[in-house]
């Protein structure tokens, strides 16, 4: 007998809501093609109800008020509640987005958990410029406050993941927030709003699911919100910097990449192969940071195309569920027609395919894509130009590094990049050069809480992780304490008074 399909509300001001219109819609497993959740189409009223809910939550400091202890002890005990129920959130972010249980349990689950640890204790850490008497005669003091509600809008890659480098700074700081969830992936975020029932004050957290462009659009238009935080496409963070601009309201975006993969001459072939194939592969390449474009020092460019063909085919592809599958499915239909056609476009413009370019034989259901590796891929193909967010890879061959990095860079793109090698001269040199929010040395991918994570360029501005993101969810206020008294008289008499 078939399991029934779950039906899942919004969360909304401490409730479970269906939306106005009590519509809803499916959500896919992507490696079955079967419906697998419903969900509530929520529309412009329904996250009016929302932000409504957190401004008021904001402005009667049942959040911003409790003092730093407070705030950190519940993003603790949260994190410790995601830790107990880590085995279903794991197998359900699998089974939404495709990704290999793997790599729900071992990566993402445990990152989610120390990120929550991170931020409960940069709720204490909120710094300042030393309070001082800068003027001469009285005491300024810096004051960082929050903004009040925050509007998060989180792609289908990393549901849960990417939600949590939003909320976990933003509460921590004091704000309010609503989180929209990407459609096709929403349901790890909703799970992750029950554990904070009893737990956050009503209104603090906000999840409201429905289509983006009507949620979207209210999120970043409302005047009642004080940020928008995205997570998204360049067209996306467009559209929303237009429509924030009308409330000149704080915006932070996120917007993919184009990563390069640098490998010197000097570089381990073996190291920068195995590097190679994991970044490239990991969430089916569903990642913005993940390896797109690799350039090879012509001397050991055939040398490395041969071990990295040999790795590639020892790539499983199939159920993600499998503890012995490496690569799960694409998340949808439009995303694999979307990787077919940059093969068409690939092999258009003359690049030569070296290996995969088409569904496995054998599996009938689900949006699965052999990896794929593309050679004399042109410089201004648009493989190499545009994110494709898909199992492909481009090689190009390189003499200098002065060609290497000025290849590199050109790209609208701007987020992440790696270089390869032993001499650690060059290296630091490549790295200085290169033109991207996060390099990495003989690595590719690693992301820890402590240190920030955004764009340059058309990827964007402003922090995810770290202590700098703590300063995209707050202000600064300039307190000044008039240190003269009846002693002397203050500035602006010595400049209107009587002379």
Not at 395 to 417: M, P, Q, R
């Amino acid at each position: 007998m078939k399991a029934s399909i779950k039906t899942y509300k919004m969360f909304i001001d401490g409730e479970w809501v269906d939306a106005e219109t009590k519509n809803v819609f499916d959500v896919i497993n992507p490696a079955t093609e079967e419906v697998i959740a419903r969900v509530q189409k929520g529309g412009k009223n329904d996250v009016r109800r929302a932000i409504a809910a957190a401004r008021k939550a904001f402005d009667s400091g049942v959040w911003s008020k409790k003092t730093p202890q407070e705030r950190a002890n519940l993003l603790w005990r949260l994190s410790e509640l995601v830790e107990a129920h880590g085995v279903e959130l794991a197998r359900l972010e699998s089974i939404n987005v495709g990704k290999t249980i793997k790599y729900a349990r071992e990566s993402d689950l445990p990152f989610i958990i120390d990120n929550l640890r991170f931020f409960a204790g940069a709720a204490r850490m909120l710094e300042g410029k030393a309070a001082a008497e800068y003027s001469g005669m009285g005491t300024s003091i810096a004051r960082r406050e929050p903004l009040g509600v925050v509007a998060a809008i989180v792609p289908w890659n990393y549901p849960l993941y990417i939600a949590i480098w939003k909320l976990a700074p933003a509460l921590a700081a004091g704000n309010t927030i609503v989180i929209k969830p990407a459609s096709k992936t929403p349901l790890t975020l909703l799970e992750f709003a029950k554990l904070t029932e009893g737990l956050l004050p009503k209104g603090v957290l906000n999840v409201v699911t429905g289509p983006g462009e009507e949620i979207g659009t209210e999120m970043a238009t409302n005047a009642d919100v004080d940020m928008v935080a995205l997570t998204g496409d360049i067209s996306t963070g467009k559209e929303v910097m237009r429509l924030a601009s009308q409330t000149v309201k704080r915006v932070h975006l996120e917007l993919g990449g184009k990563a390069p993969f640098i490998v010197l001459k000097d570089a381990s072939v073996d190291a920068a192969t195995e590097g190679a194939v994991v970044s490239a592969f990991w969430n089916t390449a569903q990642d913005c940071t993940a390896t797109t474009r690799i350039y090879v020092h012509g001397s050991i460019y055939d040398k490395f195309l041969d071990l990295l063909v040999k790795k590639v085919k020892k790539i499983r592809v199939g159920d993600p569920l499998s503890e012995k599958v490496d690569m799960g499915p694409l998340i949808s239909k439009t995303q694999l027609e979307r990787v077919e056609a940059y093969v068409k476009s690939s092999l258009d413009e003359g690049a030569r395919l070296v290996i995969g370019g088409k569904r496995p034989a054998g599996l009938k259901k689900g949006f699965f894509f052999e990896p794929t590796v593309f050679a004399d891929v042109k410089q201004n193909a648009k493989l190499c130009q545009e994110e494709v967010f898909g199992p492909i890879l481009a090689l190009f061959k390189f003499s200098t590094v002065d060609e290497v990095i000025k290849k590199a860079n050109d790209v609208i793109y701007g987020l992440a990049a790696s270089v390869w090698g032993k001499d650690i001269t060059d290296l630091f040199n490549v790295a200085n050069a290169l033109k991207f929010g996060t390099v990495w040395i003989n690595e590719h991918g690693i992301l820890v809480s402590e240190m920030p994570h955004g764009g340059f360029k058309q990827s964007g501005f402003g922090k995810d992780l770290s202590l700098y993101s703590l300063e995209e969810y707050t202000q600064v206020k300039h307190v000044y304490v008039d240190n003269t008294g009846l002693v002397r008289k203050p500035w602006y008499y010595v400049v209107y008074g009587d002379k």
